[in-house]
């Protein structure tokens, strides 16, 4: 088994400054939740499926090429007749009938396989049978930071919004609070980070970010405490925040770590990934079901880790 994240009880996470053990994250689920996976012909999506169904956190249905399902599973030396496999003569087939699935009720979790992001997204978002709940949906990332830091962090968005607004950045901050809501921490610490720690009228991303933070001490945004703009080094360094006189809650003590835009957040994950060797999660928030939406191009790893994920969301209902 890949080493895995344990999401079981942030809020134990964030007192002790301990992680916890993958057996007590399989623990937490207290039956396996029905997974429908688009465009499951890939050989990373198939393991972390694979491995996940083993540990008895999930039942699978496959949408997709099953020919191609079949003869890699062979190459695995996984059993297909174990599976639930469904043919789709195309990848937007197979969103369409994985979105479906979730909708109907037949599945309680969407996973994206071997297609792109547009293509899922216009299932997803389909008015008549998609998954839409008129919330923004937002890509929220669970990672761990091995070494200096022994606790969990979400980080937004890095895969889903591409330049948003000030209001969907507050929705943003919203889906990510109720992520951590929803993990167990009941007051999560909102950085919201920039390049100054200072607001600068001429950077529209610590004017915004300023805005954001005065609407989280007015009550306007719920359940967490913020503050912005922040430098990534004053969100999570108790020393640098000290060096530089910030006075604040949230710096040097973030859960949360809110980007500008999708640019940063995306070299942001990948260098956490590439270069830092951290294990990740990603989940989309705002749809009527948890969704799982990885790169095609995400570790096993890193699919088994989202995979739990979801599966904690829907166990708990919390999700959107």
């Not at 007192?15 to 396996?32: E, F, K, N, T």
């Not at 890509?139 to 969990?152: D, P, T």
């Not at 937004?156 to 950045?169: F, H, Q, R, T, Y």
Request: with cysteine; aromatic share 4%.
């Amino acid at each position: 088994m890949t080493e895995t994240l344990d999401f079981t009880n942030i809020d134990a996470v964030a007192s002790m400054r301990g992680l916890l053990s993958l057996a007590r994250l399989i623990g937490q689920v207290r039956g396996p939740k029905r997974v429908a996976v688009a465009a499951a012909e890939d050989d990373h999506v198939l393991g972390a499926i694979h491995n996940a169904r083993l540990e008895g956190m999930i039942q699978p249905i496959l949408f997709g090429d099953e020919a191609k399902i079949r003869v890699i599973c062979f190459e695995l030396g996984i059993d297909p007749s174990k599976l639930e496999i469904v043919n789709a003569k195309d990848h937007a087939q197979a969103a369409e009938l994985a979105v479906r699935a979730v909708t109907s009720g037949q599945a309680d979790i969407l996973m994206k396989g071997l297609l792109d992001t547009a293509t899922i997204l216009r299932a997803v978002l389909n008015k008549e049978w998609g998954m839409r709940t008129g919330k923004l949906l937002s890509h929220v990332l669970v990672f761990e930071a091995k070494g200096k830091f022994n606790r969990l962090f979400l980080m937004s968005d890095g895969a889903m919004n591409i330049e948003p607004d000030l209001k969907a950045k507050i929705e943003i901050v919203q889906n990510s609070v109720a992520l951590a809501h929803a993990l167990g921490l009941e007051k999560p610490k909102v950085a919201m980070l920039a390049a100054i720690e200072v607001v600068n009228p001429d950077m529209s991303t610590a004017v915004d970010d300023a805005i954001i933070s005065k609407m989280g001490d007015r009550g306007q945004i719920k359940g967490a405490l913020i503050d912005g703009p922040l430098a990534l080094d004053n969100a999570v360094s108790e020393e640098a925040a000290r060096i530089k006189g910030i006075v604040s809650p949230v710096a040097g003590h973030a859960d949360i770590l809110i980007v500008d835009n999708i640019d940063v957040g995306n070299v942001f994950y990948k260098t956490l990934v590439y270069f830092g060797d951290a294990q990740v999660a990603g989940i989309i928030m705002g749809a009527s079901a948890p969704m799982v939406l990885t790169s095609r191009a995400d570790s096993e790893s890193t699919k088994f880790n989202s995979i739990a994920l979801a599966c904690i969301l829907a166990e708990r209902g919390k999700f959107k």
